[in-house]
């Protein structure tokens, strides 16, 4: 089992950046594959980026892809997400999930782990 803790949203201008974290509180986190996913309010809950148990296969949703960066630092039982260039539309409720034992995942059923949420608002 693992717990996950999201820290690092809050408000901040269009173009602008903010660094996420998950802390992950268990055994063998490395042997989870972790994601990032938002929501904003009415719409459903999306997958934004997720990164493999070792780091070596990432993948990015298109809306976010060359402004976002995932890592994990396995020693630290961590994952980040880097946002970068933030757009208003870019505003949700982000979500760290974890997954054991299988490969990096894009839907969200395959995910048994999920942190509280932090929320991320960009202001025009």
């Known amino acids: 089992q693992v717990q996950l803790v999201e820290s690092g949203g809050g408000l901040v201008q269009a173009g602008g950046s903010l660094r996420l974290s998950c802390a992950a509180s268990?055994?063998?986190?490395?042997?989870?594959?972790m994601g990032w996913f938002r929501q904003a309010p009415g719409k459903e809950r999306d997958i934004v980026t997720g990164i493999g148990w070792s780091g070596g296969s990432t993948y990015y949703a298109d809306s976010v892809k060359g402004r976002f960066t995932i890592s994990r630092d396995n020693a630290k039982n961590t994952v980040y997400l880097h946002m970068n260039s933030l757009k208003v539309e870019d505003t949700a409720v982000y979500y760290c999930?974890?997954?054991?034992?299988?490969?990096?995942?894009?839907?969200?059923?395959?995910?048994?782990?999920w942190g509280q949420g932090t929320q991320v608002t960009v202001s025009s």
């Open positions: 999930a974890a997954r054991y034992g299988g490969g990096l995942s894009l839907r969200s059923s395959d995910y048994g782990y």
């Open positions: 268990g055994r063998r986190f490395s042997a989870y594959a």
